[in-house]
């Protein structure tokens, strides 16, 4: 965790990831140009002859270990480390390992939220860490889904919260953009995806980073 500690809650969480942003926004969004570079190359395949489906196979397969990079790399910022956007492509050196874990959890969540809203609340809950373990922690995919689901216990409530704030921005701006369909609507959309999920991103690295240290220092406290 970086030298700034902040507390185990959703508004420390927050107040670190909005901190990060003020201290680190050229570092943070040279990696929001890379994605962006990313999402321009997978439009312009998908003008070509099959292109759509050339774009989805990416995004299926590529796709998802840039999104656990991204995470990462959000979370070594947090940390305070130095960072390049590079780094968001480090995931590909455990390429089956961090597809693997985003393709499960993905799953997971789908399923649970088809069958209630709760059930899916509940996996996001225990195993989202997963994403920051499989290459924080260089675990293999069960293993990352079993040290998210330990080191959650007991904050259940906080990272609820979080997941509501999250889940019912990005509600209310896709309802904004789907109910306007013009210009302004999807200037908010777009602002949206580079304005504030990048923040959310920070927020929500902040809260993995809290969260595993405190679980260290609890289990350290024991051996002593």
């Known amino acids: 965790m970086?030298?700034?500690q902040y507390p185990v809650s959703v508004d420390g969480w927050i107040n670190c990831g909005w901190n990060t942003l003020k201290?680190?926004?050229e570092d943070l969004y040279r990696g929001v140009a890379l994605l962006i570079g990313y999402q321009i190359l997978l439009f312009l395949i998908s003008l070509l002859?099959?292109?759509?489906?050339v774009t989805i196979f990416i995004q299926l397969s590529a796709g998802v270990v840039i999104s656990v990079g991204w995470l990462n790399y959000c979370l070594r910022i947090v940390r305070g480390e130095e960072v390049q956007p590079g780094i968001i492509l480090e995931p590909f050196s455990r390429f089956a390992e961090s597809w693997g874990?985003?393709?499960f959890l993905s799953?997971?969540?789908t399923v649970g939220l088809m069958l209630l809203?709760?059930?899916g609340f509940y996996v996001m809950v225990r195993y989202g860490f997963s994403l920051f373990a499989v290459i924080d922690e260089k675990l293999p995919v069960s293993d990352s889904m079993k040290f998210s689901e330990k080191i959650t216990g007991g904050y259940g409530i906080h990272l609820t919260v979080f997941y509501i704030i999250a889940m019912v921005s990005l509600y209310l701006i896709t309802l904004i953009y789907l109910n306007r369909g013009d210009t302004l609507g999807t200037l908010v959309l777009v602002f949206y995806h580079i304005g504030v999920t990048p923040v959310l991103s920070l927020v929500f690295a902040s809260a993995y980073d809290s969260i595993s240290c405190a679980h260290r220092y609890n289990n350290l406290d024991r051996t002593v």
């Open 107 to 109: 799953i997971l969540v």
């Open 117 to 119: 809203i709760v059930p």
């Open 2 to 4: 970086s030298e700034k």
């Open 101 to 103: 874990v985003s393709i």
């Open 23 to 25: 201290e680190r926004k």
């Open 49 to 53: 002859p099959l292109g759509i489906f």
